[in-house]
């Protein structure tokens, strides 16, 4: 079982950057692909980006691919979203996600994941 926290979000004005986090618990959470995925009202969830393991392997929404970094510091059991220039088309709620999966693993699916935090808002202002 893993739980899981996000941090970071608040106002921001457009061309500006916010960094969330997500803190896990468990033991395990080096064993766990995680992904960052996003919901603004009126409209369905969608993927941002996500990680591997060891990190080694990332992939990211083409929406946000070179002003978005995730990350992840196993020993801390933390998984970050570095996020820069953003647009008010970012304004939604922000969430992270885990699932335990085979080494290399990664996924962009919401559907792939068995985890998720309660989320954060991120408000980007024009």
């Known amino acids: 079982q893993v739980q899981l926290v996000e941090s970071g979000g608040g106002l921001v004005q457009a061309g500006g950057s916010l960094r969330l986090s997500c803190a896990a618990s468990?033991?395990?959470?080096?064993?766990?692909?995680m992904g960052w995925f996003r919901q603004a009202p009126g409209k369905e969830r969608e993927f941002v980006a996500a990680i591997s393991w060891s990190g080694t392997y990332t992939y990211y929404a083409d929406s946000v691919k070179g002003r978005c970094t995730i990350s992840r510091d196993n020993a801390k059991n933390t998984v970050y979203l570095q996020m820069n220039t953003l647009k008010p088309e970012d304004t939604a709620v922000y969430y992270c996600a885990a699932v335990r999966a085979p080494y290399g693993s990664i996924y962009s699916s919401d559907r792939n994941y068995d985890y998720w935090g309660q989320g954060t808002q991120v408000t980007v202002s024009s």
């Open positions: 468990g033991r395990t959470f080096s064993s766990y692909p």
